[in-house]
């Protein structure tokens, strides 16, 4: 039985040096995930935690938290604010400084028979250390989770996104993807008698493509960007998603969105416009013509899951197509998509930071079947230049952790690490259709190569996939967003969703 994990551990990312130090600090915060971080100048540094969720290991119990903590980064220490009349407890919120006040709005409370979404805005000072419940005027957005928050210079809140979903059946929901954008905005310094109110924002330009679980930052030039998330396809007893990997930005000034394109190293630039030169003018050289014609190039990586299962992933990447003039203009805005680009694979729920104008992505995850993994690579990009992705830590094969439905039948009360908690949930119960264990597939043999494994085993692979998918397995391709993917991998039983965080 497959397991799920909440960690409280710390981590710190040395920019300089390249390296994560993990932060050993007394009295953390329980463990937890989909909560909300912030970070304020105030005594040297202070960064703020509320709400999220806790889950037992079989995640068939857990709690929504409503508990506000503040670790101040100048001395190294965790405390615990404990002010009444802040937020319920909830999960896949958002927060944001604004004006020496924490802004929440939005996210979700579920229990094992029913679920609720909020549209609800709390402020809470930092100088009082006192929380309030703004009633702003004007039409706002509609209740939803996991949205895009995001201040203006001015000092207005830019809501855009997210999820939510309805019972429209006994047993069935049905999610929405929000596409909208709304602002909320004060003509006071941030007082908390200042006047709210909401207006509906309606921006120009190349929208976002409708996804849930995508990540947002600041970056430079007035602009918040949008990075990755994932397009759900929902039946009424299963869920399969397209994951991406793109860039969107948001002139907040300008009221435009517009996608990041890569232009590609400018040294690269010129080295193939002298050699498109050079082909012209030496068409007959003998190396030219022994230069085979470049094709797409196909990018393979594998991860090996603890039993031993092989999943392959593809990545195509097309290559230059054949010459042909064209003026220099032209050159530069194709540039960027010729020639081989590294980048981050496609996911949702990823960390980003920006600093000195460099995006920072960490992680996320993507789903295979009925599979969800965990990531822990780290990429980084110049905002002011968008040439190219740098991989800083690489994707480890051997370190990817996967999810996968649990067996219900064993109970489990471990719940060690949930001291704080406000609000117990019963379990709830899910019905699993492989009561007679797990299977055990190949393993690895000591230094076998993936190759010869994937070889070995291929008939192996190809029955499994046959049972699993039916008499028609052969004629079906699963993916991950553009990804071909194992097909004994692709088990439809269950899909967990992932977009409200």
Request: a negative charge.
């Amino acid at each position: 039985m497959r397991q799920t994990y909440l960690y409280n551990e710390l981590y710190v990312y040395n920019i300089r040096k390249n390296s994560w130090s993990k932060v050993e600090i007394p009295n953390p915060p329980p463990r937890r995930c989909a909560h909300q971080a912030a970070v304020v100048p105030t005594a040297g540094g202070q960064l703020w935690v509320f709400g999220g969720e806790f889950a037992s290991p079989n995640g068939e119990q857990f709690y929504h938290y409503k508990d506000l903590w503040v670790l101040h980064l100048a001395t190294k220490t965790w405390e615990q604010i404990k002010a009444s009349g802040g937020p319920s407890g909830r999960s896949g919120h958002r927060m944001v400084a604004c004006k020496r006040q924490l802004i929440i709005f939005g996210g979700f409370h579920e229990s094992a028979r029913d679920y609720i979404y909020y549209n609800d805005v709390y402020a809470f000072n930092l100088d009082s250390f006192t929380w309030s419940k703004l009633a702003p005027s004007g039409i706002g957005p509609a209740p939803r989770s996991g949205c895009q928050m995001a201040t203006t210079p001015e000092g207005g809140i830019i809501i855009y996104g997210g999820y939510s979903k309805q019972r429209i059946k006994k047993d069935v929901d049905k999610g929405t993807l929000h596409t909208d954008m709304f602002l909320l905005k004060t003509e006071g310094a941030g007082r908390e008698e200042d006047k709210w109110a909401w207006s509906r924002l309606n921006p120009s330009g190349v929208k976002p493509t409708p996804r849930s679980g995508f990540s947002t930052a600041i970056g430079p030039n007035n602009r918040s960007l949008l990075f990755g998330g994932v397009h759900d396809e929902e039946e009424e007893e299963s869920i399969e998603g397209d994951f991406f990997n793109d860039i969107y930005f948001y002139d907040i000034g300008k009221k435009r969105w517009f996608p990041g394109q890569l232009k590609g190293p400018k040294s690269e630039k010129r080295k193939r416009r002298r050699g498109r030169q050079g082909e012209v003018e030496g068409a007959g050289d003998e190396e030219m013509e022994k230069q085979p014609p470049q094709g797409p190039v196909e990018i393979v990586k594998e991860v090996v899951a603890e039993d031993g299962t092989v999943m392959t992933i593809k990545q195509v990447i097309s290559g230059p197509a054949e010459e042909k003039e064209r003026s220099e203009s032209e050159e530069d805005e194709e540039d960027g998509a010729l020639g081989q680009q590294v980048e981050p694979c496609p996911r949702s729920n990823a960390m980003l930071a920006v600093k000195h104008g460099v995006l920072y992505v960490y992680g996320g995850m993507f789903e295979v079947g009925d599979r969800q993994f965990t990531l822990s690579d780290l990429y980084s990009i110049d905002l002011h230049k968008m040439e190219e992705w740098k991989v800083l830590v690489e994707m480890d094969p051997k370190a990817q952790e996967w999810l996968e439905e649990s067996e219900s039948d064993e109970e489990e009360d471990d719940m060690e690490g949930a001291e704080g908690g406000e609000e117990e949930e019963e379990s709830s119960e899910e019905e699993s259709e492989d009561e007679g264990g797990e299977e055990q597939h190949p393993s690895v043999q000591p230094d076998e190569k993936h190759a010869d494994y994937l070889s070995r085993t291929e008939q192996y692979w190809i029955k499994l996939a046959r049972s699993n998918m039916g008499p028609d397995a052969k004629e079906k391709k699963g993916h991950v967003g553009s990804w071909n993917i194992h097909p004994a991998l692709q088990s439809a039983k269950y899909y967990m969703l992932r977009a409200q965080a």
